[in-house]
C-alpha cells in the first residue's frame, strides 16, 4: 500500500517575518536618498565647472594683456632671434639642388654664401669660357625658386692653362 498524499488547498500562505519588511522599506529610503543626493551633488558640479569656465574666460591673457616695456637687451634678444629664424628657414636643400645639379659639366662650383636677411645667396664658380658662363647663368635664372639671378663679377685667369673665367652670381630665393 501507498502513503496516503494528504493535499490542502487552503493553508495558511507563509508570511515574511516583519522584521525582515521594516529592514527592506529602511534599504529602500536610505537608497533613495542617496540617489536624491548624488543628482544633487551632479547638479552642483555642473554649476561650479560653469562658473570656473566663466571665470577662466575672464582671467584669460589674451583679453587682459600687460604692456611690457621694450628694453634695449629685450630688443636685441628679439632681433637676434629673428636673425636666428631667418637662417633656419632658409630652403637650403632646394638650393644646393638647383646649383649643382646643372647638366653641363663646364662649371665648377667654388662656394656658396648666403645673406638670410634679403633672402640672398652669392655663388662663386669657375667656367671653361665665357658660354658655358652666360648658360650658367640662364640656367639660375629659369629656375623656380630662384629670381633676380645677376652676373655680379668675373674675371679671366688667364695665369691658369686653358683660360678659364672665374665669375661671381647673385640671386634672391622666393620664400616658400
Known sequence: MKPRLDIDFCAARWQPPLAGIVLLLVSGILL????????????????????LETVMRRASPARHTIAVASTPAAKLA?????AILRELTV????????????PEHDVALIGIDQN?????????AEAKDADAMIAYLKYLQSSA????AVLNAHLVETNVPGTPIRFQVAAVWRKP
Open 32 to 51: 533613495g536618498s542617496g540617489v536624491w543626493e548624488l543628482w544633487r551633488a551632479g547638479e552642483s558640479n555642473e554649476i561650479a565647472r560653469t562658473d
Open 78 to 82: 628679439e632681433k637676434q632671434s629673428q
Open 91 to 102: 630652403p637650403w636643400q632646394d638650393l644646393l639642388s638647383i646649383v649643382e645639379n646643372y
Open 116 to 124: 638670410p636677411a634679403q633672402g640672398q645667396i652669392r655663388i662663386v
Open 145 to 148: 625658386l630662384l629670381r633676380e
